[in-house]
């Protein structure tokens, strides 16, 4: 089970940016998919998952309506369109994967997630 996770880079305030998270040797089609971000200094903590098998989803307060999380089963990949980005989302940004529910009991626990990707950096400056 691999994810690796791409696109993140420097943007300005209130630009945008997709992440991916591509997942290898494992069928993704069962699985939730989370992603999660960890600023300097702060403990890591759920963005958004969806389950891939019927696309459902959940989103952490702090970036409902900014935030949106989809996936390509086709692809075996996990996007997350970040929009009207702000300072505060700089963070190193990772995916994860489980065979799990997506739902507000499962989006933000890094413990019932098994797989990780190798996190990309995402920096919101001017």
């Known amino acids: 089970v691999q994810l690796q996770a791409s696109g993140g880079g420097l943007v300005q305030p209130g630009g945008s940016l997709r992440l991916s998270c591509a997942a290898s040797?494992?069928?993704?089609?069962?699985?939730?998919v989370g992603w999660f971000r960890q600023a300097p200094g702060k403990k890591r903590e759920g963005v958004a998952c969806i389950s891939v098998s019927d696309g459902s989803t959940y989103y952490a307060d702090s970036v409902k309506g900014q935030f949106t999380i989809s996936r390509d089963t086709a692809k075996k990949t996990v996007y997350l369109q970040m929009n009207s980005l702000k300072p505060e989302d700089t963070a190193v940004y990772y995916c994860a994967a489980d065979l799990i529910f997506c739902y507000s009991g499962t989006y933000y626990d890094t413990e019932v997630f098994g797989s990780w990707g190798q996190g990309t950096q995402v920096t919101v400056s001017s």
């Open positions: 040797g494992f069928t993704l089609y069962d699985y939730t």
